[in-house]
């Protein structure tokens, strides 16, 4: 299988020297959905944020063999979509069309090309209606839905998202878990919602303190209660035994 | 938190409002160019200003309270610039003449903001020619207008709820300082972090599309 993503010996420091990543190295197949878990402030963000070259220029990380740099920065944010844990961040344009027309824009694509990747989009998370609306009178489900057609509207085949579900009703986050089910492209998703990564990640990858403290099926590193309690975290309901 | 305040009476049916959106900013321009150059000694000119904007209000139903409170906000900062022409010679003549001229200048521009949606405002500024950065930097302006006021009522809301003794005038400004740069760096934080989003959607500052 083709390794979609490939990270060896990642560190990384904020500029107020908080070291955020120590020695980070996974590799990520094509066609995977992957779960990156851990407490608050463990790195997730950071290590998401890499993916897309947003942060620096770093050839320890390679997206389809090809080393993040500044002659491949383009064809990195072609392949990678990323979708941020906040919408209102995701969403910047004036109306939901425009937001979505945004990406397929700097692809340089022909009208006629935005408009079908746009509908396409807007359809596949059930927004058609409401193209015209401003993103910011709608409901925080539909600006989730919508930030994750914002990103398909530019045929990525790397998905990744940050906590695509924190603070949605039961409703909103069943029908994005269901979306995104949908979706055979490879997957990254970091989240707290573990009952989400059992439904959605073949894998997973527990970081704390910004370094990977365990990897391995999702079964497996979920039913392990006492290793995902020493890192914040809990084990989902459904995989414990009853009684 | 719901609010349109820019764009409430936009959504009216009227013969202004149907009006393509590029031709009333033409029309516009030409207007506050006429204005600005008519010399205020021409007095029956400057009358029919008047009545032209009185008759293009009444046409767009628009409430009058709505189109006096968004000039209340404007005439001080006219009056406040007018001002300055009072120490020349025979100030007063071109104090009358500021003061009106940037009134009339400002009712038309309010009237086409208010008959417009900002969104159509904006596209036809783009089939203008008006350059993209100058675009993009009123939609960013529109689209998070509504962000900071919901963050300025949340913050004031929470501000409320503690404090609890009554303050004098002097601890208050202290703490709506406070409030005011804790804002400040909160949208600075999220200007950087939208102009991340904006990358990760392959857009490049040296583009201009």
Same mark, same amino acid.
């Given at each position: 299988?083709?390794?979609?993503?490939?990270?060896? &010996?990642?560190?990384?420091?904020?500029?107020?020297?908080?070291?955020?990543?120590?020695?980070?190295?996974?590799?990520?197949?094509?066609?995977?959905?992957?779960?990156?878990?851990?407490?608050?402030?463990?790195?997730?963000?950071?290590?998401?944020?890499?993916? &897309? %070259?947003?942060?620096?220029?770093?050839?320890?990380?390679?997206?389809?063999?090809? #080393?993040?740099?500044?002659?491949?920065?383009?064809?990195?944010?072609?392949?990678?979509?990323?979708?941020?844990?906040?919408?209102?961040?995701?969403?910047?344009?004036?109306?939901?069309?425009?937001?979505?027309?945004?990406? #397929?824009?700097?692809? %340089?694509?022909?009208? %006629? *090309?935005?408009?079908?990747?746009?509908?396409?989009?807007?359809?596949?998370?059930?927004?058609?209606?409401?193209?015209?609306?401003?993103?910011?009178?709608?409901?925080?489900?539909?600006?989730?839905?919508?930030?994750?057609?914002?990103?398909?509207?530019?045929? #990525?085949?790397?998905?990744?998202?940050?906590? #695509? &579900?924190?603070?949605?009703?039961?409703?909103?986050?069943?029908?994005?878990? &269901?979306?995104?089910?949908?979706?055979?492209?490879?997957?990254?998703?970091?989240?707290?919602?573990?009952?989400?990564?059992?439904?959605?990640?073949?894998?997973?990858?527990?970081? *704390?303190?910004?370094?990977?403290?365990?990897?391995?099926?999702?079964?497996?590193?979920?039913?392990?209660?006492?290793?995902?309690?020493?890192?914040?975290?809990?084990?989902?309901?459904?995989?414990?035994?009853?009684? | 938190?719901?609010?349109?305040?820019?764009?409430?009476?936009?959504?009216?049916?009227?013969?202004?409002?149907?009006?393509?959106?590029?031709?009333?900013?033409?029309?516009?321009?030409?207007?506050?160019?006429?204005?600005?150059?008519?010399?205020?000694?021409?007095?029956?000119?400057?009358?029919?200003?008047?009545? =032209?904007?009185? @008759?293009?209000?009444?046409?767009?139903?628009?409430?009058?309270? =709505?189109?006096?409170?968004?000039?209340?906000?404007?005439?001080?900062?006219?009056?406040?610039?007018?001002?300055?022409?009072?120490?020349?010679?025979?100030?007063?003549?071109?104090?009358?003449?500021?003061?009106?001229?940037?009134?009339?200048?400002?009712?038309?521009?309010?009237?086409?903001?208010?008959?417009?949606?900002?969104?159509?405002?904006?596209?036809?500024?783009?089939?203008?020619?008006?350059?993209?950065?100058?675009?993009?930097?009123?939609?960013?302006?529109?689209?998070?207008? =509504?962000?900071?006021?919901?963050?300025?009522?949340?913050?004031?809301?929470?501000?409320?709820?503690?404090?609890?003794?009554?303050?004098?005038? =002097?601890?208050?400004?202290? @703490?709506?300082?406070?409030?005011?740069?804790?804002?400040?760096?909160?949208?600075?934080?999220?200007?950087?972090?939208?102009?991340?989003?904006?990358?990760?959607?392959?857009?490049?500052?040296?583009?201009?599309?």
């Amino acid at each position: 299988m083709r390794k979609a993503i490939e990270i060896k &010996n990642l560190s990384f420091t904020y500029p107020d020297a908080n070291p955020a990543l120590t020695n980070i190295s996974l590799d990520i197949y094509e066609g995977e959905s992957v779960g990156v878990i851990g407490p608050n402030g463990a790195g997730k963000s950071t290590l998401l944020l890499h993916l &897309n %070259g947003l942060l620096n220029e770093n050839s320890s990380i390679r997206i389809f063999d090809k #080393p993040i740099s500044k002659k491949n920065i383009a064809f990195i944010r072609k392949k990678v979509g990323f979708v941020f844990q906040d919408p209102q961040d995701q969403l910047f344009m004036p109306t939901v069309y425009e937001d979505v027309a945004f990406g #397929p824009i700097n692809l %340089g694509l022909s009208q %006629g *090309d935005i408009d079908k990747r746009v509908n396409y989009a807007l359809a596949e998370v059930g927004l058609t209606d409401k193209k015209n609306h401003s993103s910011h009178h709608l409901s925080l489900g539909q600006q989730r839905r919508l930030s994750i057609a914002t990103v398909l509207s530019m045929s #990525p085949e790397i998905l990744v998202l940050d906590e #695509p &579900n924190s603070n949605l009703d039961h409703s909103s986050r069943r029908h994005l878990i &269901n979306l995104l089910k949908n979706f055979n492209i490879t997957k990254i998703i970091a989240t707290h919602d573990l009952e989400m990564v059992l439904d959605l990640c073949s894998r997973v990858f527990l970081l *704390d303190s910004g370094m990977i403290v365990r990897e391995g099926k999702t079964r497996e590193i979920l039913s392990d209660s006492s290793l995902l309690n020493a890192h914040g975290l809990e084990a989902p309901r459904s995989i414990l035994p009853s009684g | 938190m719901r609010h349109a305040f820019i764009d409430i009476y936009a959504g009216l049916n009227t013969p202004l409002h149907r009006l393509n959106p590029t031709a009333k900013i033409i029309f516009l321009i030409i207007f506050l160019l006429a204005i600005i150059f008519t010399p205020i000694t021409h007095k029956l000119w400057f009358l029919f200003y008047a009545l =032209f904007c009185g @008759i293009l209000i009444s046409l767009s139903k628009i409430p009058l309270s =709505f189109i006096w409170k968004r000039l209340a906000n404007v005439i001080p900062f006219i009056i406040l610039v007018s001002l300055s022409t009072l120490f020349k010679k025979q100030g007063h003549i071109l104090f009358v003449a500021c003061t009106l001229k940037a009134t009339l200048a400002t009712l038309l521009v309010l009237l086409v903001s208010a008959t417009t949606r900002f969104t159509e405002i904006l596209q036809a500024l783009k089939r203008l020619k008006v350059p993209e950065l100058f675009i993009h930097l009123f939609s960013f302006m529109y689209r998070y207008s =509504f962000l900071l006021e919901d963050q300025m009522l949340r913050t004031q809301r929470a501000y409320t709820c503690r404090s609890l003794n009554p303050q004098n005038n =002097f601890a208050k400004v202290k @703490i709506l300082s406070n409030i005011l740069g804790s804002i400040f760096i909160r949208t600075y934080e999220r200007a950087e972090r939208v102009y991340l989003a904006m990358c990760a959607r392959g857009y490049t500052s040296e583009k201009s599309n």
